[in-house]
């Protein structure tokens, strides 16, 4: 049994401690999904923003390419009671479309709410091993999923949110570092500009220490076996990673996107609401630097989420990577070529993590 086979591996029945970070946007395939697992490790379909029959495609997709356990991952939240959109916040949208060339918003909302439950139903029928998401605790969606025999992997990124996870009844809990790329996990973000922001190193020992009965998964950062070795060290039973397979064969990442991602500096990822109305991390670029210079207020997630929508769109088909949603860790400086297979990917972190422990030696 290798060194690096954890308690996480073995209550998820992995070879290696990875798990594939599932990120919404149509970016993660079920092809990256089951290659990560044919690997030895966890990946994960993202079920935010697609359709039900087409999340149902997915996981069948899935199936049919690996009998190894995967992960299905959603967005937990609750529609806003109320929201303001201020002669401002129109005059910023109305700039940014008139530069793509989109006539000025119709003033209509379309809502995702349907989706987070019809999408769950659409797991719990096709009976994905793993549940995991985002943004709060599972609540009714994780005592279904745990009444169908799933297991559940929810996200903290405060030694708080973890309890509560812990309390919650679930198997793993991933710790997610201010580094991580996306969405901050944060549960309530309304006075908090940017989320909860704790540095992967200072998280991961504090929730080790305090959770010594669940695994946790560090996230944030970690880029390749230096990183694996060293979560492991801080306590951690596994790794999340997001931003290195971006850029990787299976990946449907926009092509903008990946030559942005290749080209970034450690200094490009910001925090941001611009896009989605929640605080996230990606790279800086027209859109996202726009409305950090008006002083706005973004809309309720997932209200600015849905106004964004169009633009983002219409950037994709201009490859136009100043108005998308450029999502990235802060160790995306070490993405040095696109290319590689999600396999290889696994596999060179484990092969660097091995290396990192000869050294020690």
Request: proline letters at 5%; aromatic letters at 8%; one cysteine or more.
């Amino acid at each position: 049994m290798s060194r690096f086979h954890t308690r996480f591996c073995q209550a998820f029945s992995l070879r290696v401690p990875i798990v594939q970070a599932g990120m919404a946007g149509g970016m993660v395939t079920p092809e990256l999904v089951a290659a990560v697992c044919e690997a030895g490790g966890l990946g994960t379909l993202a079920g935010a923003y697609v359709k039900p029959d087409e999340l149902r495609q997915a996981i069948r997709r899935v199936k049919a390419l690996t009998k190894r356990p995967f992960s299905v991952n959603l967005l937990l939240y609750e529609e806003p009671e109320s929201y303001t959109v201020t002669p401002e916040w129109l005059a910023w949208l109305n700039e940014m479309r008139a530069e793509l060339g989109l006539a000025p918003w119709n003033g209509e909302i379309s809502s995702g709410a349907d989706d987070v439950e019809a999408n769950f139903a659409v797991i719990l029928e096709e009976q994905v091993p793993v549940f995991s998401f985002a943004f709060g605790l599972p609540g009714k969606y994780g005592e279904a999923a745990k009444a169908a025999g799933m297991k559940l992997i929810g996200m903290a990124t405060t030694l708080e949110e973890a309890k509560a996870l812990y309390a919650a009844g679930v198997d793993a809990i991933v710790a997610q570092g201010a580094e991580a790329g996306g969405h901050r996990g944060t549960f309530r973000v309304e006075d908090k500009p940017t989320g909860d922001c704790i540095g992967t190193m200072a998280l991961v020992p504090l929730l080790a220490d305090a959770l010594p009965d669940i695994p946790i998964v560090a996230a944030g950062g970690i880029m390749d076996g230096r990183g694996l070795v060293a979560a492991l060290s801080l306590g951690a039973d596994a790794i999340q990673v997001g931003t290195r397979f971006l850029t990787c064969r299976e990946s449907k990442a926009h092509p903008a996107y990946q030559a942005r991602l290749l080209a970034a500096k450690e200094t490009d990822p910001q925090i941001t609401r611009a896009f989605s109305g929640r605080p996230a991390r990606g790279l800086a670029n027209r859109l996202l630097n726009s409305f950090a210079e008006r002083g706005l207020t973004a809309l309720p997630y997932p209200l600015q989420n849905s106004l964004t929508r169009e633009l983002r769109a219409e950037a994709a088909r201009r490859n136009d990577a100043e108005y998308m949603s450029l999502w990235a860790g802060q160790g995306v400086a070490m993405l040095k070529e696109a290319g590689e297979s999600a396999a290889e990917i696994v596999a060179s972190y484990m092969r660097q993590a091995e290396q990192v422990i000869m050294r020690w030696r």
